[in-house]
């Protein structure tokens, strides 16, 4: 009981509540960064799970500017709060898992200058985006005039979201994660502008501490405080364990019989080599609580390489070289003609893949019908990313020897060190064979 005195009594005391507060910003901060950077979740579908991390440590914040009579402590609080929500700010645009760029070897340049042309492009098919991006600077247009009152001032205020919003497109945009969008910096500043006039220039900052005015006792609050500490650190050490339960204690299982014979079959083709094994059987691989066979396990699972033992399998190397002409040479030359979609060398002079003890050029090999076994293409890629332009989307699957860009009636086969640019497609698709 004397310990627990000891518990609330840090929560109620003066420099208690401010080393809990620096705490819980560290360890949000850390759980939030430490989520998107290792899970790599669609950050705007999973908003609200990311965003948990970040809310704790405000409420805890809030809570105490309730108890504190200090008018220094509460602008101090005012400055916590900014830091949360800068670093929440620069981690939507620096490490963004829709656009997943900043580790990839293809990047994707894209701009558009031209004012409301993506604003009625996207308002019936990508209002969520619109809305998101009106929504970004509301909280810097709330705090910047708590914080200081100079910029209640109307100018000052539009500059700033001004510079802000430039700063952070321009950001995007050298850094190679993301375009620069003038339209998302007319929605940053219209938002938040209008959020700053409607509550610095007229009367609902009065409105809302008339109605909205209450106290609460200090045993509640530091009741309230107390829970929600233990919850961020719950859910922050649920996401650790989550991460290492992830990469290190999954384990696949067999379901059914399992027979191994002298024979090899060949089972996946990933990203330059073949998997062959000799186990058959009516099994499958249980995984993550679902069931799947050995061909769709290996194939779509890039954990493959700690369960070759497991499963009995062997790897082979079958694409032996790849030769890349020079930077400067403009090079196409098709490699394969189907009813779906031409495949295409770009500034590649060949890729040699082998098959037995015999060497083939890949165009050669994919092209000689009477070789029997079929390396298809689609499974030689352990990464794909999306790469999302002002006009158009593009895939590129990225791969260990070269990467494939899919421009929809045409693949193109390209070196590891080209870079993708926002008309890469209409630019090859237009050079002449």
């Known amino acids: 009981m004397q310990k627990l005195k000891e518990v609330f009594k840090i929560f109620h005391d003066k420099k208690g509540k401010y080393l809990i507060n620096i705490l819980a910003i560290i360890l949000g901060i850390s759980f939030y960064l430490f989520t998107i950077i290792t899970f790599k979740l669609n950050l705007y579908a999973d ?12 409420i805890l914040i809030l809570i105490s500017n ?33 656009k997943g760029l900043v580790l990839n070897e293809i990047k994707l340049y894209d701009y558009n200058l031209i004012p409301f042309k993506t604003i009625i492009s996207s308002f019936h098919n990508n209002l969520n ?8 600077l509301i909280p810097l247009s709330i705090l910047l005039p708590l914080i200081n009152k100079n910029f209640k001032k109307h100018y000052l205020m539009l500059l ?18 993301g375009v620069f969008d003038i339209d998302e910096v007319i929605l940053n500043i219209i ?11 007229t009367n609902l900052i009065e409105l809302l501490k008339k109605y909205f005015t209450f106290k609460i006792k200090d045993k509640t609050l530091n009741i309230i405080s107390i829970i929600l500490f233990i919850m961020l650190i719950f859910l922050g050490s649920n996401r650790i364990f989550a991460y290492i339960y992830q990469e290190y204690m999954r384990v696949p299982e067999v379901s059914g019989s399992i027979k191994c014979l002298d024979k090899e079959t060949l089972v996946g083709v990933i990203d330059g080599y073949k998997y062959y094994t000799k186990c058959q059987g009516n099994y499958n691989i249980v995984f993550d ?9 290996i194939n779509n699972y890039p954990e493959i390489d700690k369960y070759m033992d497991k499963f009995k399998l062997r790897r082979e190397k079958y694409i032996t070289d790849v030769l890349v002409k020079d930077n400067s040479i403009i090079s196409k030359q098709l490699v394969l003609k189907t009813n779906y979609s031409n495949i295409y060398y770009y500034n590649i002079e060949s890729i040699k893949v082998k098959v ?3 060497e083939y050029d890949y165009k050669d090999y994919l092209n000689n019908k009477d070789i029997k076994e079929n390396l298809n293409l689609d499974y030689t890629f352990k990464n794909k990313e999306n790469f999302h332009s002002i006009k158009d989307g593009y895939t590129v699957y990225i791969g260990e020897y070269f990467n494939k860009l899919n421009c929809y009636d045409n693949i193109y086969l390209l070196p590891k060190n080209y870079k993708v ?8 698709n237009n050079i002449k064979k």
């Open 191 to 201: 938002g938040g502008y209008l959020i700053f006039l409607l509550i610095y220039k």
């Open 129 to 136: 985006t619109l809305i998101g991006h009106f929504l970004m």
């Open 289 to 297: 609580n679902s069931k799947h066979s050995l061909e769709y396990f």
């Open 66 to 98: 309730l108890r504190s009579t200090s008018k220094k402590e509460i602008k101090r609080n005012k400055y916590l709060i900014l830091v949360i929500y800068l670093v929440f700010l620069i981690s939507l645009i620096i490490i963004n898992p829709i």
């Open 160 to 177: 700033t979201l001004i510079l802000t919003s430039l700063s952070f497109r321009w950001l995007e945009y050298l850094l190679l994660v």
């Open 421 to 428: 640019r926002n008309n890469t497609c209409n630019f090859l």
């Open 47 to 58: 908003l609200y799970d990311y965003l948990i991390f970040l809310e704790i440590p405000i």
């Open 356 to 358: 037995g003890d015999i």
